[in-house]
C-alpha cells in the first residue's frame, strides 16, 4: 500500500510539473496561477498545496531538472572522446538537439529565470555557471593542444552556448528540421567558430 501511495504520489507530481510547463511556456510565469497549474493537472488548487507551497517551487523544480538533465548531457558526450574536437561536436550536437526536442521546457528554464526567489536564482545560477565551465575548458583544451584555432575562448563558448539555448526560443515541431539535423548542424558550426583545424 506505501508503495502504492508513492506511485500515485509521484504521478501527480509529474501531472503538476507538465502542466506548469505548459502553463509557464504559453503564459509566462507571472500571467500563471496555481489556478490555471492546478486545473491544467485536472485536480483542485488545494491538491496542488499537498505536493508544491508554491509556483515559484514548481518553477525552481522545473528548472533545476532542465539544469541538471543538460549539465549531464554535456558531461556524457564530453566522456564520448579524448579529442577535444570530437568531444566539442558531441557536446553541441547533444545540447542542440536537446534544446529542440524539448524546447517548450528548454523555454521555461532559460527565460523565467528572474522569478525564481534569490536562493533558488543562485542554485540556478551554480549549475549554468557548470554548464558553462565544461564548454569553456573544452575549447581551452583544443586551443592549448593546438586542435582549436580561437583567441578567445570565452567568448566562443559564450556563443555556442547561446546558439544552443535560443533553439528552444524558435523551434517548433513544424520545423523541416529535426532536433538530429538541427544537431549535427551546430555540432558543424562549433567546430568552425573556434577554428577546429581538421574536422571531427
Not at 505548459?22 to 496561477?33: K, P, Q
Not at 526536442?101 to 528554464?109: E, Q, T, W
Not at 586542435?147 to 570565452?154: E, L, M, T, V
Request: with cysteine; aromatic share 6%; glycine share 6%.
Amino acid at each position: 500500500m506505501a508503495g502504492s501511495e508513492r506511485s500515485r504520489g509521484e504521478d501527480t507530481r509529474i501531472r503538476l510539473l507538465e502542466a506548469a510547463v505548459t502553463a509557464f511556456a504559453e503564459r509566462g510565469f507571472h500571467g500563471t496561477t496555481t489556478r490555471d497549474i492546478a486545473a491544467a493537472a485536472g485536480m483542485s488548487p488545494a491538491a496542488l498545496y499537498v505536493h508544491y507551497s508554491s509556483k515559484e517551487q514548481l518553477l525552481e523544480e522545473i528548472s533545476r531538472t532542465g539544469h541538471e538533465l543538460t549539465l549531464q548531457l554535456v558531461r556524457d558526450a564530453v566522456a564520448t572522446s579524448t579529442s577535444p574536437a570530437e568531444q566539442l561536436a558531441a557536446a553541441v550536437r547533444s545540447f542542440a538537439a536537446h534544446h529542440a526536442r524539448a524546447h517548450i521546457s528548454a523555454r521555461v528554464v532559460n527565460y523565467e529565470l528572474a522569478a525564481l526567489s534569490p536562493e533558488h536564482g543562485e542554485e540556478i545560477r551554480a549549475l549554468r555557471r557548470e554548464i558553462s565551465v565544461e564548454i569553456r575548458s573544452l575549447v581551452e583544451r583544443g586551443v592549448a593542444d593546438g586542435s582549436f584555432d580561437c583567441p578567445g575562448p570565452r567568448i566562443a563558448a559564450t556563443a555556442l552556448l547561446s546558439m544552443g539555448v535560443d533553439i528552444a526560443r524558435w523551434y517548433r515541431e513544424d520545423r523541416s528540421w529535426s532536433p538530429e539535423v538541427l544537431g549535427e548542424a551546430y555540432a558543424a558550426l562549433a567546430l568552425r567558430i573556434v577554428g577546429a583545424r581538421q574536422p571531427a
